[in-house]
């Protein structure tokens, strides 16, 4: 299946936004077939307060997310990943208590997430609102498929859906991340979310040929980085090359996991015009032979 760029970005960004809640694994390979899941997400018992997106992953699931509206094939294409899976678990679980297989409502879900759906589509496949339960915007197939996709600029404009508008396009997008900069200075989501959107921006700025779709994007992006950078100033040079450090590191590697993560404060205490020049050319091999940890 061909993906988008900016559909790395999502991954990355649904993935640190539940990461608090639980256990994330990005590409995650199904075993016995050659798939890959964007994210298979296993969550604890205490949950942050991310309104209709916690409210998908208080189950085990995968998450599949689109910046375009996904072809009828790419649909399918998730579905099969999503059962693929389920043959893994029951597999696993047949293993360790034979006599005991996997209930059904132990099985993962099935979330697509995509900027826009056509009725077209949505019907093609049958897909129904749930508004008793869910509200406008989220659309199930039939209850044995385990599948829903969710529309971001059909999802009402309220506190509860603004972690999944940020994925949208256009008004959807601006809207949501004007609603993020609104948040009190202090508050964790606002400026975890502020800084992996100046990432994603700084990643956009460095690639030589702009799509459409990039320029867009980085529109949506320059009022977020503008005050990340302006904050981040403000709390002194080290810090805010600290975090510029980091946001090079994050949108080189996806993260900064516990072996990269020692390589970080070698590179905040050289000159920025040094850490600047060499964060783009060293690959990580070279980075942690340089500013990793000697045994």
């Not at 946001?247 to 015009?273: A, C, Y």
């Amino acid at each position: 299946m061909i993906r988008q760029k900016h559909d790395q970005f999502s991954k990355q960004y649904l993935g640190d936004l539940l990461e608090p809640d639980g256990q994330v694994y990005l590409n995650y390979e199904i075993q016995g077939v050659s798939r890959y899941a964007d994210i298979y997400f296993t969550p604890t018992t205490v949950h942050q307060n991310l309104g209709l997106l916690t409210q998908m992953t208080t189950k085990a699931c995968l998450l599949e997310p689109f910046r375009k509206q996904p072809s009828k094939v790419e649909i399918r294409q998730c579905m099969l990943k999503l059962f693929a899976l389920h043959g893994e678990l029951i597999r696993q679980a047949n293993k360790n208590t034979p006599k005991n297989s996997l209930p059904e409502n132990a099985l993962p879900s099935l979330w697509i997430i995509t900027t826009s759906a056509s009725d077209n589509l949505l019907n093609f496949f049958n897909a129904e609102l749930k508004l008793s339960q869910w509200g406008e915007g989220v659309y199930f197939f039939n209850q044995g498929f385990r599948s829903a996709i969710v529309v971001a600029d059909r999802l009402p404009t309220t506190p509860d859906t603004l972690w999944l508008r940020i994925l949208g396009k256009e008004k959807t997008q601006q809207q949501a991340i004007d609603e993020i900069m609104a948040f009190p200075k202090g508050n964790a989501l606002r400026s975890n979310v502020l800084e992996l959107l100046s990432t994603w921006h700084i990643n956009l700025e460095t690639k030589n040929r702009l799509t459409t779709d990039d320029k867009e994007l980085l529109m949506n992006l320059s009022p977020a980085y503008e005050k990340w950078r302006e904050e981040t100033l403000q709390q002194g040079v080290k810090q805010a090359q600290r975090v510029f450090v980091k946001s090079w590191l994050r949108s080189r590697f996806g993260k900064i996991d516990k072996v990269l993560s020692p390589v970080v404060e070698p590179l905040v205490q050289l000159p920025l015009e040094e850490s600047a020049r060499l964060l783009p050319r060293l690959s990580r091999e070279e980075l942690l032979a340089r500013f990793g940890k000697k045994s």
